[in-house]
């Protein structure tokens, strides 16, 4: 819930003062706060430091798409996107594979995965640290200098329904949950590059209809034959989602683009925060009979058919229903905000393709 706090904050900060620094202060934050979770002792603790991870966590998103995007090639922009929301699958890859080899693998129990998690936002800092501000952000702060003189029901209790309902071994439940997350990096890059020519909207409604209709063998199928499912399953869920962050940059206003993408993609994430309750929840009016491991089974796999069901068609009637800004640049000179800004200064309109003082002004700037 509190994502969307961080995503406000750091969004109006990284609009404002620049990507870098809010980015770095950020990752500070996730090493704090990831090594502060493997030392609480009580759910309270816990909880407040999780409650304080999430204003981190909301904070990130935003950053990253401007900073990813802004500069990018026009016609890379699609590929780039999806790249960049497969950090999520990459990123829940990762955790599985490593949930299975430090949760309950030592004394210490689940806490080495927190402890573990501190260490790579040190190696992203040194990396964003090399790196400059974005051109297009560079260009925003030298107008302004002169004037003043953007899944989770899908995945979250998946493993939960492979291994009650499905009777799958630690084991196989990691394996499927790999293969998912390679299915959701495949399907977010490739889809990510099609949006590019076919169009953000008309590949979102596509690659989510073809989503629907892959749920019931998602599902359904009890054998490790799902292993299968759930690789295109995830292709299409994070195909949609790929292109998303691309979508939201073209119609986000560029003195608040950072803000407009990060926020709006948190309160989505707040929106769905409780899917998994509220799947776990339904699920319990389905029992299935107990085994010998397990006495208390539900049908996990109809309640995740029907909610992501619910979760693609209100995807494809809000994608369908708004707008489309595909090509969109995000430089100075195509600015409405700036143009504007310009036009108080009494200096030329900012037009589509004309060269205006404020683009010598500011091309002069970042060249000195």
Not at 30 to 58: P, S
Not at 74 to 84: D, F, K, M
Not at 275 to 293: A, C, K, M, N, V
């Amino acid at each position: 819930m509190l994502r969307s706090v961080g995503a406000i904050t750091f969004g109006i900060a990284s609009d404002r003062w620049g990507r870098k620094w809010p980015f770095v202060i950020n990752n500070v934050l996730f090493i704090v706060l990831e090594l502060g979770t493997g030392f609480c002792q009580t759910y309270k603790q816990f909880l407040a430091c999780r409650a304080l991870f999430g204003i981190a966590m909301g904070g990130l998103y935003g950053n990253a798409a401007a900073t990813a995007l802004e500069d990018c090639p026009l016609e890379a922009r699609g590929i780039v996107s999806g790249l960049l929301q497969q950090g999520y699958a990459f990123g829940y890859l990762l955790a599985t594979a490593f949930a299975r080899g430090l949760v309950d693998t030592t004394p210490h129990g689940w806490r080495p995965l927190y402890w573990f998690g501190a260490c790579p936002p040190v190696l992203i800092i040194l990396f964003r640290l090399c790196l400059p501000e974005t051109n297009t952000f560079l260009q925003r702060q030298a107008t302004r200098e002169e004037v003043r003189g953007g899944s989770h029901g899908s995945q979250d209790l998946y493993p939960t329904l492979l291994k009650s309902e499905f009777s799958f071994s630690a084991n196989a439940v990691t394996v499927t949950q790999v293969v998912a997350n390679l299915g959701a990096l495949t399907g977010g890059t490739l889809c990510g590059w099609a949006s590019q020519i076919f169009g953000r909207r008309f590949s979102i409604i596509v690659i989510s209809i073809v989503g629907g209709a892959l749920l019931y063998p998602y599902t359904f199928v009890t054998s490790t034959n799902v292993m299968a499912a759930a690789f295109f399953e995830q292709f299409c869920v994070q195909g949609a989602w790929g292109v998303i962050p691309i979508h939201l940059m073209e119609l986000s206003p560029g003195s608040i683009r950072t803000f407009t993408v990060g926020t709006a993609y948190q309160l989505g994430n707040l929106v769905s925060s409780a899917s998994s309750t509220i799947e776990s929840t339904i699920g319990e009016r389905f029992p299935l009979p107990p085994t010998e491991t397990e006495k208390h089974r539900y049908q996990y796999g109809k309640v995740i058919c029907i909610f992501m069901g619910c979760v693609f068609a209100y995807t494809i009637i809000v994608t369908f229903l708004g707008p489309e800004r595909l090509g969109r640049q995000f430089d100075v000179a195509h600015d409405t905000d700036m143009a504007e800004v310009a036009a108080h200064r009494g200096t030329t309109t900012v037009g589509e393709g004309a060269e205006s003082d404020v683009e010598k002004g500011t091309v002069s700037r970042i060249e000195g």
